[in-house]
C-alpha cells in the first residue's frame, strides 16, 4: 500500500523568509510524486512534479521541491514567502508503474506573515 | 492550458434530492476523471475512478447507487448524489488526467449544503 506523511499540520514563516513543507512517502517501485495547492473552497492546483532525472524539481510561483530517495521524502521549499503562499499544502504520490491512484497527504496549512 | 471545469460551485437544497454536477476537461480529452470528497480540515478521500463509456470503479464504502456516475466523453463527467440527506453535504472534487503519466488538473470543487 501506498501511504504519504505531510507530519506538520501548519508551517508558519515570515514573508521574505524561505519555507520547508515536509513529505514522506511509501510506495512500492519508483514514486511519481506530486505537490498541490488549494486556495479556501476552490480546487487543487498543481505545482509540480518528479518522474525521474533532477533531484531538484522547480514548479509554479516559485516553488521547488527535493526528492531524496533515501529518505523517501519530497520537501517543498521555496527560498522567499510571500503572503499570498498562504494556503492548504498537498503532497501526493503514486506508484510509477502500472496504474494505481493518488494518495494525498493530509495537507499542511501554510501561514505566511506580513 | 489543462483547464477543468466544474459546476455549480455551490448548491443548496431539500433533503430528498438528488443533485447533478458536471466536470469537464475544457482543452483536453481526459482519459480518466476522478471524483473526491473532501470534509473540513481534512484531505482529499477518492471516492471513485470513472473511465469513458465504461462503468467507474467506486472505492470501497462508497454506494454506487447513491453516487452515480457517467463518463459519457472524453471531456465529460457527472456526478449525481440521489436522494441526498444532510450528511452527504461536503465539498466535491473532480479531477482529470489525459494520461496514466499526466498530473491530475483538478476543477474548483462543489459546494453541496443537504437542509
Known amino acids: 500500500a501506498q501511504s504519504v506523511a505531510q507530519p506538520e499540520d501548519q508551517v508558519n514563516v515570515a514573508e521574505g523568509n524561505p519555507l520547508t513543507v515536509k513529505c514522506t512517502y511509501s510506495v512500492s517501485g519508483n514514486p511519481y510524486l506530486f505537490w498541490y495547492v488549494q486556495y479556501p473552497n476552490r480546487g487543487l492546483q498543481f505545482l509540480l512534479k518528479y518522474i525521474t532525472g533532477d533531484n531538484l524539481v522547480k514548479g509554479s510561483y516559485g516553488f521547488e521541491a527535493e526528492f531524496n530517495k533515501s529518505q523517501t521524502s519530497f520537501h517543498l521549499k521555496k527560498p522567499s514567502a510571500l503572503v499570498s503562499d498562504s494556503a492548504l499544502y498537498f503532497c501526493?504520490?503514486?506508484?510509477?508503474?502500472?496504474?494505481?491512484?493518488?494518495?494525498f497527504g493530509k495537507g499542511t496549512m501554510l501561514l505566511v506573515s506580513p | 492550458g489543462a483547464v477543468v471545469s466544474q459546476h455549480p460551485s455551490r448548491v443548496i437544497c431539500k433533503s430528498g434530492t438528488s443533485v447533478k454536477i458536471e466536470c469537464r476537461s475544457l482543452d483536453f480529452q481526459a482519459t480518466t476523471m476522478f471524483w473526491y470528497r473532501q470534509f473540513p480540515k481534512q484531505s482529499l478521500m477518492l471516492m471513485a475512478t470513472s473511465n469513458e463509456g465504461s462503468k467507474a470503479t467506486y472505492e470501497q464504502g462508497v454506494e454506487k447507487d447513491k453516487f452515480l456516475i457517467n463518463h459519457a466523453s472524453l471531456t465529460l463527467s457527472t456526478l449525481t448524489v440521489t436522494s441526498a440527506h444532510p450528511e452527504d453535504s461536503s465539498f466535491y472534487i473532480c479531477s482529470a488526467t489525459a494520461g496514466v503519466n499526466q498530473p491530475q488538473h483538478f476543477g474548483d470543487g462543489t459546494r453541496l449544503s443537504i437542509l
Open positions: 501526493a504520490v503514486r506508484a510509477l508503474k502500472g496504474y494505481s491512484t493518488l494518495t
